[in-house]
Every structure is written in C-alpha cells, then in structure tokens.
C-alpha cells in the first residue's frame, strides 16, 4: 500500500516581519504578486523593502533580483533605493539584476533617443535590437534569468499602456496568464507594480484576475486633517484564508527611512 505523503508547499517570506507574522511565514514560492496602488500610497516602497531585506538574511532563495524597467534607468532606481532605504543600498547595488527596456518602449515615441541613452547615437542604433516586440524580449530575458529570484516589473501601468498603443491588449493579458503559469517553476516571487485609476476599470481587473495575489495599497483619513496609508489582500491563494480565518480586514502602514515599509497596525472585523 502507498502512503499518501503531504508535503508542505514552501513559503517565501515578505520580508516584511510585521506582515510575515501574520499570513504564516510569507507568500507561496512561485507567487506572481499584483501590486495596486494609489500614487504615494506605498507600493513601490513595498516591493524595495521586500526585495531589499530578503537580499540581506543571507537566505540561498531568492539568489538575486531581476528588476525590470520600462522607463527608468539604473542610476535613477539606485539613487532611489539610496534616498529611501540606505541601509540596504549596497546590497541591492551589488545583487540586482538590471534590465533596461526602454529602448523599445520610447521606440515608437517622440521622445528622442538622446533622452533615453548615454551611448553615442548612430544610424544603428535608431533600431531597437531588431526585436519584433517587447513583449517578446520580455519573455526571452525572464527566460533567461528568472530561476531562483525576484522579478520586479516596474511598471505594469507602463506595459499596459505601450501594449494599448502598439499591440493588442490580448497580448497583454496572454503573456500574464503565461507569466503566472511560469512563475511556478521559477521558485521566486514575481512583483508587478499597477497604479490604481490609471487604466480603464475593466481592464485593470482583467490583469488583476491574472495574478496569484492582488495587494492594495490606499489613502484614508483619520479624524478630519490626518491621511493614512492601507494596505489590504484582495485575493490571494493560500494567504487570504489566513486572514479570513483572524478576520483581519486591513494594515494600517507607514514608511521610514531606515525601515522602508512597515505595518504599524492590524485592523480586524469587530468581535474576530
């Protein structure tokens, strides 16, 4: 007779403690994670502190960072990351994986290639490598690099928006469901940054219902003069029923230089 084994599925922390304490360690390895958020609200703080601070435990998973830029350029990102969080700069600096792509996505554009390259510009270099898309050098490169490591697509407004201009939007939404699919394989966790209001409703839900994980980040008030930021799981596989089962609703949250993103409180149903 053979036994019927369970195994555990493993588990990536957030890197984040005050949020790993509560959903159980971390996310599921292979995880491809939908980031909404309201402009300032902290989303892309989320993703530096999380990338930064599982970088720093000396963990062998995830071996590194592949961040993905559509528009911003390295020394932008880095002088970011020095700005606000400069305890882990040199390590991020060190261990991040760069991929710029902003070569085809201001192809088509107005905006000159002098804006957009220090390299000394040519007849040649008018051309975008010959690519047919980006979208089809996207999956090469994660093709290429993504085992073992967190991917961070910053931005999904950004591909979504090249893709509404000069491809179809299926294509889009395809290459996600491809990437949520892969993304098992890789072991990591995939972040992909969405700004909230941006696009049209309906199709920010289509690439919402992608994901393995929708994480909204938002304003509120407290009292009549003080704004708050929140933070909440829409969906989530293997991580809502954590918070379900403790009837937490929310995350108060905050932003500090030396810290980067933290929750500072759990709000709960009343009476869970």
Request: aromatic share 8%.
């Amino acid at each position: 007779m053979i036994s019927d084994i369970s195994t555990t599925p493993k588990k990536i922390p957030s890197g984040i403690d005050s949020l790993d304490t509560v959903i159980d360690g971390g996310f599921p390895a292979g995880s491809m994670v939908l980031l909404l958020g309201e402009l300032g609200a902290g989303d892309t703080e989320f993703m530096y502190t999380s990338a930064a601070r599982l970088l720093s435990n000396g963990s062998a998973t995830p071996e590194r960072i592949c961040y993905i830029s559509f528009t911003k350029s390295r020394e932008d990102v880095l002088t970011e990351l020095a700005l606000s969080l400069p305890e882990y700069h040199e390590t991020l600096r060190n261990r991040m994986e760069f991929k710029d792509f902003s070569g085809a996505y201001f192809a088509r554009s107005s905006v000159p290639l002098s804006w957009t390259t220090k390299k000394e510009i040519s007849l040649n270099s008018l051309k975008w490598n010959g690519d047919a898309n980006l979208i089809e050098a996207l999956i090469r490169y994660l093709d290429e690099n993504a085992d073992d490591s967190i991917v961070i697509i910053d931005s999904l407004t950004a591909l979504a928006q090249y893709c509404l201009e000069n491809l179809k939007w299926r294509d889009l939404v395809m290459f996600l469901r491809g990437l949520q699919r892969i993304s098992k394989r890789w072991n990591g966790i995939v972040y992909a940054i969405l700004g909230d209001g941006i696009i049209e409703r309906n199709k920010q839900e289509e690439l919402a219902e992608c994901a393995d994980g929708v994480i909204v980040f938002e304003w509120g008030k407290l009292g009549t003069t003080r704004r708050q930021r929140f933070m909440h799981v829409k969906k989530f596989r293997g991580v809502l029923p954590l918070l379900d089962q403790d009837s937490i609703v929310n995350f108060e949250t905050q932003i500090g230089i030396q810290k980067g993103f933290e929750v500072s409180n759990v709000k709960r149903v009343c009476g869970g």
